[in-house]
C-alpha cells in the first residue's frame, strides 16, 4: 500500500518505471539497473536539476510548482486523468485528521429510478461498494447485490473472475478507477482496510496497485460470458448521482436490434420467471447460478 507521508515520491517513482528509454527518444546505451527511465533523465526531459527530481522522490522536497509538476507529467506520459492525480499530491494542502467512514447512502428517488429501469442497473459507492441494484443487474451477477464489494469480488471471487472473457485488462481499469476515485484521500479508514485486504489477498492486485495508474470512473464496453445466455458485448454508462459524491448509477445497454439485445431480453425473461415462481423455489435457482 502506498506511504501516505510520501506519496508524491511514491507516485513519481512509479510512473517512472513504466516509461521506456525509447518511447522519450532516448537511446539505449548498455545495460539498465531500473525498468524505466533513470531519475536523471527524468529531470533532464523535465528541464529541472537531478539533485531537485531526487528530493522530490524522497520526499525531501514536497511543494513542487504546478509548472514542474505539468513538466513531470509531460515526461511521464501521463493523461489528463492522471496529470490531475499528480497535481493534487503535489498541492500544499493541510493535513486532515483520520474521520471514521461515512455510510454512503442512496437518494430515495434514484432507488425508485433503480426499479422502474427496464435494463441492469446498480448505485456504485466510493470504494466500490454495491450500494443499491435491482433484478436485472443481479440476474447479469449474483454479485451486484447491496453488502457486496466490486473490488474483493473481481479480485477475490472465481466465479466472478469467469464473468471476464479478459480479466486481467478489467482488472486494469477497475484498479485504475478506483485509484481516481480516492484521489489523495488515502488517510480514510476504509481505504486502508480495503487496499490492506486486497494486497495481502490478491497478488494481481498487489502488481496493478503499485503502478498508480488513475483512469475516470466513465462508461465503457463490457463483454460478459453469461452461463445462461452465453457471451454478450454492453454498453456500460456511469452516471454521477447527484447531491451524492462519490456515487455513480451504473447501467447497462446493448446496441438496439442486436444479437445482445436479444440476449438481454431473454436474460430478463429468466429473471421475471424467477421472481413469479414461489419464494423457495426462487432461492434455490439463484443459488445455483454462476455469473
Known amino acids: 500500500m502506498t506511504d501516505d507521508s510520501n506519496a508524491l515520491g511514491e507516485y513519481l517513482r512509479a510512473r517512472r518505471e513504466l516509461v521506456t528509454p525509447d518511447s522519450v527518444g532516448l537511446p539505449q546505451l548498455g545495460p539498465r539497473r531500473v525498468p524505466g527511465l533513470r531519475r536523471e533523465e527524468v529531470a533532464m526531459l523535465a528541464g529541472i536539476s537531478a539533485d531537485y527530481y531526487l528530493r522530490l522522490e524522497q520526499g525531501r522536497d514536497r511543494n513542487p510548482s504546478v509548472q514542474v509538476l505539468e513538466s513531470l507529467a509531460r515526461v511521464l506520459q501521463l493523461d489528463e486523468a492522471a496529470t490531475m492525480h499528480l497535481l493534487d499530491l503535489g498541492s500544499d494542502k493541510p493535513r486532515r485528521l483520520r474521520r471514521r467512514p461515512r455510510k454512503e447512502t442512496v ?49 477475490l471471487d472465481p466465479a466472478e473472475q469467469a464473468l471476464y472473457p479478459d480479466w486481467e485488462q478489467a482488472t486494469v481499469r477497475l484498479v485504475a478507477g478506483f485509484r481516481e476515485s480516492v484521489g489523495t484521500d488515502t488517510d480514510d479508514a476504509r481505504f486502508i482496510e480495503l487496499v490492506g485486504e486486497l494486497s495481502l489477498a490478491s497478488e494481481r492486485f498487489r502488481k496493478l496497485w503499485a503502478r498508480h495508474d488513475v483512469h475516470p470512473r466513465e462508461g465503457a464496453s463490457v463483454t460478459l460470458d453469461h452461463p ?18 462519490g456515487q455513480l448509477l451504473v447501467v447497462y445497454h446493448a446496441d438496439r436490434d442486436s444479437e445482445d439485445a436479444e440476449k438481454l431480453t431473454l436474460l430478463a425473461s429468466y429473471q421475471q420467471d424467477l421472481w413469479e415462481r414461489p419464494a423457495s423455489t426462487t432461492r434455490g435457482s439463484v443459488s445455483r447460478s454462476r455469473p
Open 107 to 155: 437518494p430515495s428517488g434514484i432507488r425508485k429510478l433503480l426499479d422502474s429501469l427496464g435494463l441492469p442497473a446498480f448505485v456504485e459507492g466510493r470504494y466500490f461498494d454495491v450500494l443499491a441494484t435491482n433484478p436485472l443487474a443481479a440476474a447479469l451477477s449474483p454479485r451486484l447485490a447491496p453488502g457486496r464489494n466490486r473490488l474483493r469480488d473481481v479480485f
Open 228 to 245: 445462461q445466455v452465453g457471451r454478450l458485448t454492453l454498453n456500460r454508462e456511469k452516471l454521477a448521482v447527484g447531491g451524492s459524491p
